[in-house]
């Protein structure tokens, strides 16, 4: 899969075809022993497999996390310092991505009491031993446990909201000091980064095997309802992206002043680079396409565009929300407003930091810490990573739709006209 590299992260390839086909492979595998003499003694081989592989896949998690907080944070804040422009597409940015997390708060358990998850479903609960929910602070704790006296305890707990919270003012404060010190820091959390992507990518490398293991069991309890499962998931948490991708034409036809031919006439070709790479800084060039053929200054699009690819993920809130949701209902987990808060508050800050990531890695690192901040099981995501190339490709399609959206409102602002754009 392509990767959205631009902050010096190392680049990671991840078998997502081969992922797919071991847990379509483990399903079936599955299905067709279960209830066979031998099939007890090839759970009890595929289970301790499937159980160490998830175990790897969530050690990395909090360090990886951090080290993309600092360095996202830190590009963002250096962002918002090369002007007004800059910090009127800030703005536009969090504005949009505090709309489509709200968005999928609303519309996702909407969705998912319209059309209900297939029968079969708690097998992909069965992947682990921890597979439980935990309980979710009151209104009261949950200003409280913003912050964390021990950031130690914080990280041996996983408590994912103080966490997140600290490393992104850790990042506020790197960006403050003397340039040397800055440096440092940030070199410190780039290699840590690195080393903790290494550590992923070996994980992810055996995914096709780590995940055949686990879909053994799941079928085993699933039985067939597993297939409908994974396409009723695939189905709805591509519908949260779909609605950011039309949120997009809205920006654009009322910040931009575009008429709604005209954008989608113009935005067809990048969508359909976005669509054949799956890669939005892949799809820059076709986006300054775009740009020109609906008249935006070409110093506008030379300046926001990038910006926007390097800091914008428009989709992220909104669809890993949807995903952590998701399996919330297949816990049968209760998503009170404080739940959803602090499933907000996270995926907002998460998306930051994962901009520069394959869609895998993506998955693994921005999901996960919504799913423990929300008091939701992590163990299906393991399983839910193998057809995560699906869903990734409204990801993208929506994330080079509103960065087009988002020049355009920017670019029509009279107000930033003849401000000149620093590169």
Not at 131 to 148: D, I, R
Not at 377 to 394: F, G, H, K, N, S
Request: glycine share 10%.
């Amino acid at each position: 899969m392509a990767s959205d590299k631009e902050n010096g992260l190392m680049d990671i390839r991840i078998p997502a075809g081969w992922t797919l086909a071991g847990l379509v492979g483990g399903l079936l595998f599955g299905m067709a022993l279960h209830g066979t003499p031998g099939f007890a003694v090839i759970e009890m081989i595929a289970a301790p497999i499937g159980s160490i592989w998830l175990d790897a896949l969530q050690m990395t998690i909090i360090p990886l996390v951090a080290s993309l907080l600092v360095l996202g944070i830190s590009q963002m804040a250096q962002a918002a310092s090369a002007g007004r422009v800059a910090r009127h597409t800030i703005s536009w940015i969090f504005a949009l991505l505090v709309l489509g997390a709200i968005s999928t708060c609303i519309f996702m358990p909407l969705l998912l009491e319209a059309f209900p998850i297939p029968e079969g479903a708690a097998g992909f609960l069965m992947t682990g031993d921890s597979a439980t929910t935990s309980e979710v602070p009151g209104v009261g704790s949950f200003v409280t446990s913003l912050v964390a006296p021990n950031i130690i305890a914080a990280a041996a707990q996983t408590s994912m909201l103080p966490l997140t919270i600290f490393f992104a003012l850790l990042a506020l404060a790197i960006v403050r000091l003397p340039t040397g010190q800055r440096d440092t820091l940030l070199a410190l959390f780039r290699a840590l980064g690195n080393a903790m992507l290494v550590i992923i990518g070996w994980v992810l490398a055996v995914a096709p095997v780590g995940v055949f293991a686990l879909a053994i069991g799941v079928a085993a309890t699933g039985g067939g309802g597993a297939f409908a499962t994974l396409g009723h998931y695939i189905l709805t948490v591509t519908a949260m992206g779909t609605l950011v991708m039309l949120a997009g034409y809205v920006v654009a036809i009322v910040g931009g002043r575009i008429g709604p031919l005209a954008f989608t006439r113009a935005m067809l070709p990048a969508q359909a680079v976005a669509l054949s790479t799956q890669s939005s800084l892949a799809s820059l060039p076709a986006m300054l396409v775009s740009a020109r053929r609906m008249g935006i200054r070409e110093s506008t699009a030379d300046f926001v565009l990038p910006l926007a690819v390097a800091i914008f993920r428009a989709t992220s809130p909104a669809m890993n929300l949807a995903v952590a949701i998701y399996v919330a209902h297949l816990a049968g987990a209760t998503l009170d407003p404080a739940t959803l808060a602090t499933g907000v508050l996270v995926a907002l800050i998460i998306s930051v930091g994962s901009v520069s990531l394959p869609g895998s890695i993506s998955f693994v690192i921005s999901v996960g810490p919504i799913a423990l901040a929300m008091g939701v099981p992590v163990e299906p995501l393991a399983l839910l990573v193998a057809v995560e190339m699906l869903p990734d490709i409204m990801r993208t399609i929506g994330n080079v739709t509103m960065d087009v959206a988002v020049t355009t409102a920017v670019d029509h602002d009279d107000d930033l006209r003849e401000e000149p754009l620093q590169p």
